[in-house]
Each structure stands twice: as C-alpha cells, then as structure tokens.
C-alpha cells in the first residue's frame, strides 16, 4: 500500500547527508512499534530515524531474506549495512578513480618538491658561504 508519494533516491541522501550512510543504515533499521501515547495511521509505520517519525514506505528488509554464498549469517544489520555500502559506492562511482589520481598527484609533487628543495641548496650554497669585505674607498 503507497500514500502516493514516490520513494526517495537514496543514493543522493547517501551524499547529501552528514553521515549518509548511518543514516541508511538507521532507517532500514529502526522500524519498530510506536512508543505509547504516539498514533501512527494506519497506512504508515513508525522509525524514529525518519523526520516526523512516520513514514509510508514499509520495512524492506527482514532477517534471512536472502543466503550469502560465503555462509554469512543473512542478519537485517549484515543485509542493511551491504544496502547503505552500496548505495554510497552507486551515488559516487568515480571515488576510486579520483583515489589513484590523488595517489599519482602526491607522488608527483614529492618529486616536485624533491627537485626544488636540491635546486634551492645548490643556488643558494654560494649566496651562504660567500665571503663579503667591506674595503674602504682610498682618500
């Protein structure tokens, strides 16, 4: 049943958010039944991670849901974390690129700065150990 609000892209709240994916991890994680005093209608479901505590999409994740081939235990905490891990990995696809780019980028200025800290002592070691006299001009 839908309240007729389309679900949200969670890959964009993975990176729009601080802490995106603890925030996905909380919110396919906390469903739970409301505390006493709280009415929730009945279309919706109460998680506490949701901004106004209500939401309309209902728990996607139950335990056992699927079976790992390794035999991991199909936990909701083990089936959510690989969700919020690969929603983050879906809304930033260049991260590994930019890595090794960044990687090559430091290697390349350590050189740099490598070349110009030996130019630096072989320009100045003159300028250091030169000798200057004042002599006097003759009356």
Not at 68 to 75: I, K, Q, S
Not at 94 to 121: C, P, T, V
């Amino acid at each position: 049943m839908t309240t007729g609000a389309l679900p949200p892209d969670l890959s964009y709240i993975a990176l729009a958010r601080h802490g995106g994916e603890d925030y996905i991890f909380a919110l396919l994680t906390g469903y739970c039944d409301p505390p006493a005093g709280v009415d929730i209608r009945d279309e919706l479901y109460y998680n506490p991670y949701f901004p106004g505590q209500a939401i309309g999409m209902a728990p996607p994740l139950y335990n056992e849901i699927l079976e790992y081939e390794d035999g991991t235990p199909a936990t909701l905490g083990q089936l959510t974390k690989d969700v919020s891990t690969f929603l983050r990995w879906a809304a930033e696809p260049e991260h590994d690129q930019r890595k090794r780019m960044g990687l090559k980028m430091l290697m390349i200025f350590s050189l740099l700065i490598s070349a110009a800290y030996y130019l630096k002592r072989h320009k100045w070691t003159v300028m250091k150990s030169r000798k200057i006299a004042y002599r006097p001009p003759p009356n």
